[in-house]
């Protein structure tokens, strides 16, 4: 996410809190707070496959197969 766009959300969060939003900017704001949470998410996905997990037994996995092995215990 671009530095323009960041300004966007948070120059219509604080418009939203003093004077209020139109339609049409409650739609942007809509969909670039839907852009900028699926970046996160994706950075987020992206941190965790860099995550190992070190198990009792001594072994290492990575955290996305290690929580999987703990659901199916």
Do not use: C, W
């Not at 900028?36 to 987020?44: D, H």
Request: proline residues 1%.
């Amino acid at each position: 996410m671009d530095k323009k766009m960041l300004n966007r959300i948070n120059e219509l969060a604080k418009k939203k809190k003093t004077v209020g939003l139109t339609d049409a900017e409650q739609k942007e704001q809509k969909q670039l707070y839907k852009i900028y949470l699926g970046e996160i998410r994706q950075q987020f996905s992206a941190t965790l496959d860099n995550v190992s997990v070190k198990e009792k037994d001594g072994t290492v996995l990575p955290f996305k197969q290690a929580y999987k092995h703990k659901d199916e215990k």
